[in-house]
């Protein structure tokens, strides 16, 4: 029997997973439990992609994260017969000031967790909630937190911070941001794409429902849009990105807007949803004949042009773009429009290239280099809880 490893990233109403075989760590099988707390539903594909199960449960609607940790696990004994579980890895969304590495997780860092999740109010409590949920079923397999904030521990000291009073700032009211693992995957692979700009100046575009960008020094973090939440920065699907914070005071003083209200406002209203009307979907928007749906891309585009022009100016120059996530890896339009506005940085665009989706979608000449490169955060977790957990020796 071979040993396994069991990914997962927990989400609200969601419970994704993936389980990589230890040591090449082949993809296995993956897929999710979806819709717990309404109705939920577990879908579960081969690592090439094949749908293999489908299964919806009518009579569950007091369904948690437990029960879909539960049925997952039923479902891999019988789908992943010759494999036994190891270890599990967890997306975590927040690791706070201290941990710039992934970390085993033990009751003590679980309660530290919980301390940042008024940090994180929207994800960190689901990421715990996964966790408990493996603690509760499968008590004796060991865990790994990987963090999405630790990529960006090795940023400067001006850039972590804001221009608070130094008492906030102490108490952890700083930039920290988010889509960690993913910048480290696409860090990971720049060296086989392009040396030199895997030694040199890279900003990577995270483009999905939630976006953001990095700058990359040598393959580690220097600058990112995100901040102390994953709501700033880019427009995104329903998140409103950068937003002068006279505005909230605004709406709570003339508009009796609350925290809750704010909170709702500004993370599940707002970005392409809010501006559009419409959708928070980039597919359904790029296919509508709406000029607000048109209105909604154009901001997106514009805000991600000078949020770009930022992170050159903190890398002092660009020797290559990325661009990855959902819009990111297959929107030739977005990346076109992209590139045509950062043409003075002496981006040139290979048009065919870039309908192909071939991976490097610049000229030859280009001064900055453009490459498509899919993400594949799963993968980085996997090599982590691996690595933290010694499999063979630690287990
Ligand atoms: P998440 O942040 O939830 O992981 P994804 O990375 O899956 O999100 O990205 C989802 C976004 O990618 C959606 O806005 C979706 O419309 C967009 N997307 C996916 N495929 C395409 C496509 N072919 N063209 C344009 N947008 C796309």
Redesign the pocket.
């Known amino acids: 029997m071979t040993d396994a490893l069991l990914v997962l990233n927990g989400g609200s109403s969601s419970l994704k997973f993936s389980v990589f075989q230890t040591g090449d760590l082949g993809l296995l099988v993956r897929g999710q439990v979806e819709g717990i707390g309404t109705g939920p539903r577990l879908i579960l594909r081969s690592g090439s992609g094949e749908l293999i199960e489908e299964q919806t449960l009518t009579d569950r609607v007091r369904f948690d994260h437990t029960d879909a940790l539960g049925l997952i696990l039923q479902r891999l004994q019988v789908r992943v017969l010759d494999h036994r579980l190891v270890g599990v890895g967890h997306r975590v969304v927040h690791g706070g000031v201290k941990h710039a590495a992934p970390a085993r997780i033990d009751a003590c860092l679980v309660s530290e967790l919980e301390q940042l999740v008024p940090l994180a109010p929207l994800h960190q409590p689901h990421n715990l909630a996964a966790i408990k949920a493996v603690f509760l079923k499968t008590p004796h397999l060991p865990q790994v937190a990987c963090f999405d904030t630790a990529f960006h521990r090795t940023q400067s000291q001006v850039a972590q911070w804001f221009g608070l009073p130094r008492r906030y700032t102490e108490q952890g009211v700083r930039r920290y941001g988010f889509h960690g693992l993913s910048y480290e995957f696409v860090a990971a692979e720049l060296p086989s794409v392009d040396p030199r700009a895997a030694a040199g100046k890279t900003i990577v575009a995270h483009l ?3 976006a953001s960008m990095c700058a990359l020094q040598a393959g580690r973090s220097i600058a990112t849009t995100m901040s102390f939440t994953p709501a700033d920065g880019l427009v995104m ?1 329903t998140r409103v990105g950068s937003l002068d914070p006279g505005v909230l005071l605004y709406l709570m003083t003339r508009h009796g807007l609350d925290a809750a209200g704010l909170e709702k406002l500004v993370y599940h209203e707002s970005g392409l949803l809010g501006v559009s009307g419409i959708s928070s ?4 928007l ?1 296919a509508s004949a709406d000029p607000q749906a048109a209105e909604a891309i154009d901001l997106f585009v514009y805000r991600l042009g000078r949020e770009l022009g930022s992170l050159v100016a903190a890398l002092g120059g660009l020797d290559a773009l990325v661009f990855t ?3 990111g890896e ?2 030739d339009l ?1 990346r076109a429009r992209v590139c045509q506005d950062a043409a003075w940085i002496g981006i040139r665009l290979n048009d065919d290239a870039n309908r192909q989706g071939s991976r490097r979608i610049s000229y030859d000449d280009s001064k900055v280099a453009i490459y498509v490169i899919a993400t594949n955060e799963e993968c980085i977790m996997a090599q982590h809880t691996q690595r933290v957990l010694g499999f063979n020796g630690a287990i």
């Open positions: 999905g429902n939630g699907g979907d980039m597919r359904t790029l996530g959902g819009i297959n929107s977005i």
